[in-house]
C-alpha cells in the first residue's frame, strides 16, 4: 500500500529560527495535506495542496506541492512557541475512492 | 474542525462492556475515516466510508470492532467487549467531493476512551 515518510521523527528549535519538514512518498499523489495537532486535541488542517508545484502560504507557513508529485514540504518561518505540537502530512491518490494516507509525523519542540 | 462533530468527547467504561462512538459530519461530506490514536503515537486507520462504495475495512484491529455509516451523514464506531488495550482516541475525519472541488479533510476533536 501507499506509505509516506515523515522524519526525523522529533524536531528540536529555537525560538525565531525557520524549520523545514519534507514528507516523501513512492507513489503519486493528487492532493497534499498539512495537519497539527496539539496536546488533547484533534488535528487541524494548515495547507491543502491540489496541484504539482503548487506553492501556498498561511501566515508563517509556507507548503509546496513537488513536481514530481511524490513529496511536500512544510516550511514554518520565525517560529514562536505556539508552533509546538505535532505534524502530519498526508496524501490522497489518483482515483474517485482514494484513501487518504498519512505520515507517522513529526513532534516539533521550541525552545524559548 | 469544519463541522465534524463527535461525541461523547469521554468515555469511561469497564473492561468487557460495549461502546458506541459518534461521529456526525457535515452533511455532503462523502468521505469519512476513523483513526485510532494512542498516547503520543500516530493515526492508526481503522476504516474508510466514500459515497455508496462498500466501506474500507481493513484497518479494523478485531471482529470486535466494527462501524457503520448511515445515510452517507453519521456514522457510528462500536467496540464490543472492550479491552484495556483498546484505550485511546477515536478520531473521526471527513470531507471531501469531487476530485475538482479538492479532498480536504477535516477531523473532529475525538473520543477519548478509556477501559477500566
Known amino acids: 500500500g501507499q506509505q509516506l515518510n515523515q522524519s526525523p521523527q522529533s524536531m528540536f528549535i529555537q525560538e525565531g529560527e525557520d524549520v523545514s519538514m519534507n514528507c516523501t512518498s513512492s507513489?503519486?499523489?493528487?492532493?497534499w495535506l498539512w495537519y497539527k495537532q496539539d496536546p488533547g486535541e484533534g488535528p487541524v488542517l494548515l495547507i491543502a495542496?491540489?496541484?504539482?508545484?503548487e506553492l501556498t502560504s498561511n501566515g508563517r507557513l509556507t507548503a509546496q506541492f513537488g513536481i514530481t508529485r511524490k513529496d511536500s514540504f512544510l516550511n514554518i518561518s520565525a517560529s514562536i512557541p505556539s508552533d509546538v505540537g505535532i505534524y502530519f502530512c498526508?496524501?490522497?491518490?489518483?482515483?474517485?475512492?482514494?484513501?487518504?494516507?498519512f505520515g507517522k509525523g513529526i513532534t516539533l519542540s521550541v525552545r524559548p | 474542525g469544519a463541522g465534524v462533530s463527535q461525541s461523547p468527547s469521554n468515555k469511561v467504561t469497564e473492561k468487557g462492556k460495549d461502546v458506541e462512538l459518534r461521529c456526525d459530519p457535515i452533511?455532503?461530506?462523502?468521505?469519512l475515516y476513523w483513526y485510532r490514536q494512542s498516547l503520543g503515537q500516530g493515526l492508526e486507520f481503522l476504516i474508510y466510508?466514500?459515497?455508496?462504495?462498500?466501506?474500507?475495512k481493513s484497518g479494523l484491529p478485531s471482529d470486535r470492532f466494527s462501524a457503520e455509516r448511515t445515510g452517507g451523514s453519521v456514522s457510528t464506531l462500536t467496540i464490543q467487549r472492550t479491552q484495556q488495550e483498546d484505550s485511546a482516541v477515536y478520531l473521526c475525519?471527513?470531507?471531501?467531493?469531487?476530485?475538482?472541488?479538492?479532498?480536504?479533510?477535516?477531523f473532529g476533536e475525538g473520543s477519548w476512551l478509556t477501559v477500566v
Open positions: 498526508a496524501g490522497l491518490g489518483p482515483g474517485a475512492n482514494s484513501k487518504l494516507t
Open positions: 507513489s503519486i499523489f493528487n492532493t
Open positions: 495542496l491540489y496541484k504539482a508545484g
Open positions: 452533511s455532503g461530506h462523502t468521505a
Open positions: 466510508f466514500q459515497g455508496n462504495s462498500a466501506p474500507d
Open positions: 475525519a471527513a470531507g471531501g467531493g469531487s476530485p475538482a472541488g479538492g479532498n480536504t479533510i477535516y
